[in-house]
């Protein structure tokens, strides 16, 4: 495939940012760190502060938190929670960015992340917006609106600064052009073959939570650009789709395995996929209504039922003509793990094949997934 040189600007942009991020403190601009989907960036930029993700994909951080965590607790969670202490609770901090951040803004999604919240507090101000389990009930949404307008005001509190309506509609405008963006970029990986990989995509899904806005806006209009020229010839490759747990930055572990083993990912079911952009807020209703409707829609396995995350893997699947879905999970990540039995029969009813993969950040398991998406491959060419 071929080489794409927004990719490699994406790739150096962590110290520009680094940089960034330093000279916006020393203005007083307050840097808000998050973990999850569930938390509306636009609320916290309305408010004048910038926010960067401190999800961990790395496994060296992982044994550092297992000092701390029991080890029965998914990777993400080990790998943020190590990247941000060290040596005991100490408050020493190995992350560079996490150093950086005045309020981490948390919300009740699994019981891990919720239980590492209480912990991150030793840390760092730590707020956490509660959200309701039973995302289709009219008072789960009546009460997620409370809770943004609580969340909102604790941004105001810790930047001084009043959040506008007005200054609501120009975030949500923005936000809803980065969306936009990346439902360009995807309709491109519906060509057949596709002209950019699952790997390449992944990059910038991993980077968009830590670019600012406008770079992330740049980076995916000169990437775009870039494919639209590509030529591709025709050569049919088992078109993949990864439906499951977060791939957080420095995880490429599964889509790079399939990838090398001739199959093509073209969507991904997931926080760092389809689920950070593919709904749009409404720009014609009330600002603080249109966030809460659409963020209490994300559906993450941490809500009950989620019925509307099989029924977004069925529409994906016929949407971008998948062959094949990897059921990609963190292990201990129970959400996800149980909802892979209601996945299955949904696909196997709709006669796409899924395999199922279960792993964590090392590589002691690579040579056996190697072994099982090959013949997830032979089965689908
Ligand atoms: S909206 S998926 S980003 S909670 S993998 S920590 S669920 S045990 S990351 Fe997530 Fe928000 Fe949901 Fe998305 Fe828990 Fe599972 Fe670990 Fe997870």
Redesign the pocket.
């Known amino acids: 495939m071929k080489r794409f040189k927004s990719l490699d600007y994406i790739k150096n942009s962590y110290n520009a940012r680094i940089s960034q991020i330093a000279k916006e403190r020393k203005t007083g601009k307050k840097i808000v760190g998050t973990?999850?989907?569930?938390v509306p960036d636009e609320i916290i930029f309305a408010a004048g502060a910038d926010r960067i993700i401190l999800?961990g994909g790395k496994n060296e951080t992982v044994s550092i938190a297992e000092q701390y965590l029991p080890r029965n607790?998914?990777p993400?969670?080990k790998s943020s929670f190590g990247s941000i202490v060290n040596n005991g609770c100490s408050g020493v901090k190995s992350c560079s960015h996490f150093g950086m951040v005045d309020m981490v803004v948390a919300?009740n999604?699994?019981d891990?992340?919720k239980k590492m919240y209480e912990l991150l507090g030793d840390y760092v101000p730590t707020y956490v917006i509660d959200l309701p389990q039973r995302p289709d009930s009219p008072e789960a949404l009546k009460y997620f609106l409370g809770e943004l307008y609580k969340f909102k005001g604790a941004m105001e509190q810790l930047t001084g600064n009043k959040v506008t309506i007005e200054q609501l509609k120009k975030e949500i405008e923005s936000s809803n052009e980065t969306r936009k963006l990346f439902h360009k970029l995807y309709g491109l990986r519906k060509m057949d073959p596709p002209p950019i990989s699952g790997v390449d995509v992944l990059k910038v899904l991993q980077k968009q939570y830590f670019l600012s806005t406008d770079e992330l806006k740049k980076s995916l209009r000169m990437l775009i650009c870039e494919v639209e020229q590509v030529e591709v010839e025709w050569a049919h490759k088992p078109r993949i789709m990864i439906s499951g747990?977060?791939m957080a930055g420095g995880n490429t572990k599964v889509p790079e395995i399939i990838e090398s083993k001739g199959g093509v990912i073209v969507a991904e079911e997931s926080?760092t996929g389809t689920?950070s952009f593919w709904d749009l807020v409404d720009e014609d209703k009330d600002p603080m209504l249109a966030l809460a409707e659409r963020y209490i829609k994300?559906p993450?396995?941490?809500m009950s039922p989620n019925d509307r995350r099989i029924d977004n893997i069925l529409e994906l699947a016929r949407e971008f003509k998948v062959d094949g879905v990897v059921y990609y999970t963190?292990q201990?990540?129970?959400?996800?793990n149980i909802e892979r039995y209601k996945v299955q029969q949904a696909l196997k009813k709709a006669g796409i094949p899924m395999l199922a993969i279960e792993t964590d950040y090392g590589d002691s398991d690579l040579e056996q997934i190697g072994l099982r998406v090959d013949a997830f491959m032979e089965m689908l060419a």
């Open positions: 973990f999850c989907l569930f999800c607790v998914c993400l969670v919300e999604t699994c891990s992340k747990c977060p926080c689920r994300i993450c396995s941490c963190l201990f990540c129970h959400g996800y």
